[in-house]
């Protein structure tokens, strides 16, 4: 089955740095990935939307300078959290949908997620 | 706005009964829904789903069934076992490759 691989699974940073997230579609190519972020007791909300070789579309609220999204190729998205700061911890994931030849829907599939903290 | 509402946050069953949750949604555009698994530090697993021109799909012990005039859907597990303790998040799509719009999860606790 379709498989998602994110790394890092778990990040602590200091204030200010950057963070990069990548997740790679291993099995099947993936034209678009979708970025979430979930807080303690949250529902997944959507944080953009990846599409290879163009600009990300991001979702109302979410600043693209702070959370830069790159899909340079079929099988790679990046997210880099920039100047990080204690609020932007949370647990990021990404997902992707591999597409089954003659089906008309295909479920999403997600990695693991990376548990980011700032201090 | 929530578009995908699962009004109970916690659900306790015994094992071998049959375990219910449920999902009511308010954007009739939606076309396709499913049901993940979710473990804690971990990205969520797909269950199963149903497509708007059906009203049940079934897969072993997983059963969702949808009710498209009370915008409701729900997933029955039969028979319960432990290992399905877990967070259970309903979600919904529009039609095309769009994300997908999440419930806030029910925690499923399956007691032996």
């Known amino acids: 089955g379709a498989v998602v691989s994110q790394h890092p699974s778990r990040v602590i940073c200091k204030s200010g740095t950057s963070v990069k997230i990548e997740c790679r579609s291993l099995d099947f190519q993936a034209t678009t990935m979708f970025w979430y972020r979930q807080f303690p007791k949250q529902s997944l909300m959507l944080m953009a939307t990846?599409?290879?070789?163009?600009?990300?579309?991001?979702e109302q609220g979410v600043e693209k300078d702070k959370f830069l999204i790159n899909h340079a190729s079929l099988t790679l998205s990046t997210l880099t959290v920039t100047s990080a700061h204690p609020e932007d911890s949370s647990f990021y994931i990404c997902?992707?949908?591999?597409?089954?030849?003659?089906?008309?829907?295909?479920?999403?599939?997600f990695g693991n997620g990376t548990r980011l903290t700032v201090t | 706005d929530q578009q995908v509402k699962q009004n109970s946050p916690s659900l306790s069953v015994q094992e071998g009964r049959i375990s219910i949750l449920n999902c009511d949604y308010t954007?009739?555009?939606?076309?396709?829904f499913l049901w993940y698994k979710k473990y804690p530090a971990e990205g969520p697993t797909f269950l199963i789903s149903i497509s708007s021109i059906k009203d049940k799909n079934e897969d072993g012990r997983f059963t969702v069934f949808l009710n498209k005039s009370a915008k409701h859907l729900s997933l029955h597990i039969v028979p319960s076992q432990p290992g399905d303790s877990a967070v259970y998040f309903c979600a919904a799509r529009w039609p095309g490759n769009t994300p997908l719009v999440f419930g806030k999860g029910t925690r499923l606790s399956v007691i032996a």
């Open positions: 990846s599409n290879e070789g163009s600009k990300a579309t991001y």
């Open positions: 997902s992707a949908r591999g597409q089954i030849l003659g089906r008309a829907n295909s479920p999403l599939h």
């Open positions: 954007n009739s555009m939606f076309d396709y």
